[in-house]
């Protein structure tokens, strides 16, 4: 897995694509394919120029479009797909690279106050420790005109803190935070206070201010003034400006002033002026100048056009339509934008990353970076990513339902699944159709038609005729889309079966119960629900099979649980809850968990399991470790085991709706193979989480 970094800041112009650039190099040192991401872009139509800036040094190989995640317009219009999208094609570009370089959004003309918070939860989406970029300067203030703009190590260190402040909030780690363009000689007193603002441990260091890197070119300049070239060398367009001169004193008082690298304003009808400035540049012992802007729509004399002839000036002298205050101010606004057609920028940036940041330091916090960090978009990324290797046959009993018919569109689009549907064939084709849907790739097979249905029945006679099953009723009972389904599950026809969207959980489950049957060892089916949360994913079982489990029953339920965890990347660890911890309740239902508890230990010992015990206690450390001192469990359990389906339906639910989490499921298990069923008020995402989950599973039912 490539190591990764994030680089976001609480405002614009911090400099940033200079550090990334920084950054870059310092990894390329020990990464042999360092790639650089950008998870937020303007426009799909115009190229984002940070990004081919750093493309241009990266060593991965990886193309502009595999490096873009998704535009602003796409992220505020729907924020859930668009995060998906982002941490889809970040596992991809990670596929072809040893280290990358993610750029957060760049606060543009169109940043909104809560930029800083979508980078946070970007980083914490993509598992990337977060390199926090502050101005040591106001971004208000002019660059060129000599205002320092600095501010103070009491300012940024404030600036920091308010920013770490939104980070934590997202779930997002901070590596280190980094002040660029701070005043020099504040250095020290800088990073002293920042030291204060951030965790201890975290790593601060201040870049000074370079003007070079802020510098605006000639030819920006001239574009800021809508300017035209009159006469001079374009090759000096290239040349950075220092500073700017307003020439509206008399000749003898503006050469004193004229600065190394300026850019000089002079009123277009002051030819003297004009003459002794250009001379001044061509003269030893003068500045070397910028450029030259004549302001006005003054025509200059052809004699002052041979003079500068005669003297051989090749100084860019740009005529702008405006007045000398209006010329001066667009001047003032123009930016210096780190370019591949200055590579003193280049150099200097690199030089003044490498003086003053400790790069082993923070290539060895990259490498220690251990994410804890799991969001919903993270997990079901990852679902989806698993159930696509696998290439499961998935049934889907209820072709008529529109839910349906547009999850599986989406599931073959993205070639997750194959998929047959059950219904009348013509119907579903022509629902799906009129629903704009692309369902050529899946099987329609309709139950009461197909040939299949005698194989079925015969099959399903001979397993149940211990119970008086003859084989008409078995014919009849092989109409019913559900158990048509199940026995293409049964026989191999099929991996595996997700129904409920229009059936009860019954209807679904009772053919898995009469001919899948359970796994060897298991006394009950039971189900979890995926709680994704914004930081993590717990498990709940169980929320929606059986309504008041005895204790061997329990125990099932709670290893097969913590199986299904591991089973889907969920380290588990168990918490069988009660409404009393440890030994301090007693009763009936208290001594049922205690019981299920100690079966689990003798069952399993390899489990980590605690019980009985709150949910507080298990879910909250500082509450754990004064209930339960020295468990492993208390206070981190991500396994919650709940003593009646009352208790587990309406707690998962409660968290749902109150915490906001994605709750995937339910999930069924303990069946020989798997079949899922779905909540009749499933939404189109249910379903495809469904399938996936049931894809993942089929996979380890081949592979047992």
Not at 488 to 503: C, E, F, I, K, P
Not at 590 to 615: C, F, M, N, W
């Amino acid at each position: 897995m490539a190591v990764s970094i994030y680089l976001t800041s609480a405002e614009g112009r911090s400099g940033k694509s200079a550090v990334a650039l920084g950054v870059l190099d310092a990894l390329s040192a020990d990464a042999p394919r360092v790639g650089v991401f950008r998870p937020v872009i303007r426009s799909r139509t115009e190229r984002d120029r940070v990004l081919e800036l750093l493309l241009s040094r990266t060593t991965a190989g990886a193309s502009y479009d595999d490096c873009v995640g998704v535009t602003y317009d796409e992220l505020s219009q729907n924020p859930g797909e668009a995060m998906a999208s982002i941490v889809s094609a970040y596992r991809a570009l990670q596929a072809q690279c040893d280290a990358i370089v993610v750029v957060g959004s760049d606060y543009t003309d169109v940043a909104v106050p809560t930029e800083l918070s979508t980078n946070a939860r970007i980083a914490a989406n993509l598992d990337t420790p977060v390199l926090f970029v502050v101005s040591g300067r106001s971004p208000e203030v002019p660059e060129v005109l000599g205002q320092s703009g600095a501010r103070t190590a009491a300012d940024i260190a404030q600036i920091v803190d308010l920013g770490l402040a939104e980070l934590r909030d997202e779930h997002a780690t901070v590596l280190a935070a980094l002040v660029n363009r701070a005043d020099g000689d504040l250095r020290e007193e800088i990073v002293e206070a920042v030291s204060q603002a951030v965790p201890e441990g975290t790593p601060v260091w201040a870049i000074p201010e370079e003007r070079l890197l802020v510098a605006p070119p000639v030819s920006e300049v001239m574009r800021s003034v809508d300017g035209t070239l009159l006469r001079g060398s374009e090759e000096l367009l290239a040349r950075e400006v220092s500073d700017i001169v307003i020439a509206g004193m008399s000749m003898q008082n503006v050469l004193p002033r004229l600065i190394e690298g300026a850019v000089v304003v002079i009123a277009a009808d002051r030819a003297e002026t004009l003459l002794a400035v250009a001379m001044a540049h061509e003269a030893s012992g003068f500045p070397t100048l910028g450029a030259i802007v004549l302001n006005g729509d003054f025509e200059v004399p052809e004699s002052v056009d041979r003079l500068l002839d005669g003297i051989g000036s090749v100084l860019p002298v740009i005529r702008s339509p405006y007045g000398t205050f209006a010329t001066a101010q667009r001047i003032t606004n123009s930016r210096g934008l780190l370019t591949e057609e200055s590579p003193l920028k280049f150099d200097t940036a690199l030089a003044l990353f490498e003086a003053h940041v400790d790069t082993e330091t923070l290539k060895e916090r990259l490498r220690l970076h251990k994410g804890s960090v799991r969001t919903p978009a993270m997990f079901t990324y990852e679902l989806f990513a698993r159930a696509a290797e696998v290439q499961a046959h998935i049934v889907l009993p209820e072709g008529h339902d529109d839910r349906v018919l547009r999850a599986a569109s989406t599931l073959l689009a993205r070639g997750v699944v194959k998929l047959t549907l059950l219904g009348d064939e013509e119907s579903v084709r022509k629902r799906s159709s009129e629903l704009g849907l692309a369902l050529d790739a899946a099987t329609v097979i309709d139950p009461t038609t197909s040939p299949l249905r005698e194989q079925f029945a015969v099959e399903y006679q001979r397993l149940r005729a211990h119970k008086g099953i003859s084989l008409e009723d078995a014919r009849d009972r092989l109409v019913d889309v559900s158990y048509f389904g199940t026995m293409m599950v049964h026989l191999g026809l099929a991996d595996g079966m997700v129904s409920g969207a229009a059936n009860t959980t019954a209807h679904t489950i009772r053919p898995s119960l009469e001919f899948i049957k359970t796994k060897p060892g298991v006394s009950v089916v039971s189900s979890v629900f995926f709680m994704a949360l914004a930081d993590r994913v717990l498990v709940y079982g169980d929320c929606a099979v059986n309504p008041d489990p005895d204790a061997t029953q329990l125990a099932d339920i709670a290893a097969s649980s913590a199986q299904t965890a591991a089973q889907f990347g969920v380290d588990p660890r168990i918490a069988m809850l009660s409404y009393s911890t440890g030994e301090s309740g007693s009763g009936a239902d208290v001594d049922k968990v205690r019981a299920a508890t100690a079966l689990v230990r003798e069952s399993h010992p390899e489990l980590l399991v605690e019980g009985p015990i709150q949910y507080d206690a298990a879910s909250d450390p500082e509450t754990g470790a004064t209930k339960m001192p020295g468990s492993q469990v208390a206070g981190h359990a991500t396994v919650f085991i709940f003593p009646d389906l009352n208790t587990g339906n309406n707690t998962y639910k409660a968290v749902q709706r109150s915490a906001g989490a994605v709750a995937v499921g339910p999930v069924l298990q303990g069946l020989n193979k798997p079949v899922n069923d779905l909540s009749r008020g499933a939404t189109v995402e249910d379903i495809l989480n469904t399938v996936a989950i049931t894809a993942v599973q089929a996979g380890e039912t081949k592979q047992a």
